[in-house]
């Protein structure tokens, strides 16, 4: 691993994706991106007690999965990585607590990914374990119920809101290399942009994704131009137009390639999706799903993931306290690109 400035680095042994697990809701499944996921659900309650067991059985069918497209038996991982939005992060560690395999709980709300897949490459490329899986989740009706009203009542949502992903999205790292490899890492700084409104998420979190991508240019020496495709985490559409608008503040206009998970997950023609997506789910759903898929195919040699999260509890909120945003950000690549 080498240092690239000060929030960024290098994997001296670019580490492989061996492969990937998607499980999707009703509603990602009826959406543009329904032909890239692995399993889709016809309802979000997959007949369990709970929201929230629901969600459980998402992280457990996503790394089933994810192990079983990588030819492995959960004995050979070394290390499990990951969370999700609810507390405790009880939806990792009860959705996985039947595996046999070292966890790592970790958490930043729905920047969550980028967090797992760094920590992951990190064991991996150190030898700390010759595979590592990465995963987060998410479910509309368990974050609702945990982050704003109860879904019972009904209470109406602005424009600006966003639609939290029901679903998993889980990889394997490690092994010989493979068609897609992981590069580069930037960890993100907390910005507070003052938001205290949990209707605005992608205003809480655009001002992080903005320091992020400018430190990641900063640190790695690269521009926008090295990227076929830059992709945040679920800013929705009116939190991508903000980070629009302060790119070309600092100078980075005109950025075709710049595009965002919270709104290609959402046709806007479907219902109650309002800004787009959002929570833990959605950046490793469309990230695993979509991005890797254009990768493989040649469409893209080299994407830049800047998953993002906004800082709130229920209690936060409650109090009034304003919404801190953080991303983190990873550089994937066809396996030529980066030789």
């Known amino acids: 691993m080498t240092k690239l400035g000060r929030q960024s680095w290098s994997f001296e042994r670019p580490i492989a994706l061996r492969a990937v697990g998607t499980v999707a809701g009703q509603l990602e499944s009826e959406g543009p991106l329904q032909s890239f996921f692995d399993v889709k659900h016809t309802n979000d309650r997959l ?105 019972e009542y009904g209470v109406q949502k602005p424009p600006t809101a966003q639609r939290t992903v029901s679903g998993s999205g889980v990889a394997v790292l490690g092994g010989s290399p493979q068609d897609i490899v992981m590069t580069h890492a930037t960890i993100g700084r907390i910005v507070d942009f003052g938001v205290t409104s949990p209707w605005e998420m992608g205003a809480a979190m655009a001002p992080a994704a903005l320091d992020t991508l400018v430190r990641h240019f900063a640190d790695t020496g690269r521009s926008p131009a090295d990227y076929d495709c830059i992709a945040t985490g679920d800013l929705g559409h009116i939190g991508h137009q903000i980070l629009r608008e302060m790119l070309e503040e600092r100078g980075f206009s005109h950025l075709t390639q710049l595009t965002d998970c919270g709104m290609l997950i959402y046709s806007p023609h479907q219902s109650e999706v309002f800004s787009g997506g959002s929570g833990g789910a959605c950046c490793s759903l469309v990230t695993f799903g979509y991005l890797l898929h254009e990768l493989k195919q040649g469409k893209y040699r080299r994407i830049l993931v800047s998953a993002t999260g906004a800082l709130l509890s229920s209690v936060s909120a409650q109090q009034g306290q304003s919404i801190p945003g953080i991303s983190h950000a990873i550089v994937l690549e066809r396996k030529e690109a980066s030789s």
């Not at 790394?63 to 009880?90: C, Y």
């Not at 490329?125 to 109860?150: D, I, K, L, N, W």
Request: aromatic share 10%.
């Open 47 to 151: 007949n369990g007690e709970t929201w929230e067991k629901s969600e459980q059985l998402f992280f457990q069918q996503a790394t089933e999965v994810a192990l079983q497209k990588a030819d492995l038996r959960p004995e050979q991982v070394g290390m499990v990585v990951g969370g999700d939005l609810s507390a405790q992060l009880t939806s990792f560690y009860m959705g996985l607590k039947e595996m046999p395999i070292p966890m790592l709980g970790v958490y930043s709300a729905c920047a969550t990914i980028c967090e797992a897949l760094i920590i992951a490459g990190m064991l991996v490329e150190h030898g700390y374990a010759e595979y590592a899986v990465a995963g987060t989740s998410s479910h509309t009706s368990a974050a609702e119920r945990q982050f704003r009203y109860p879904t």
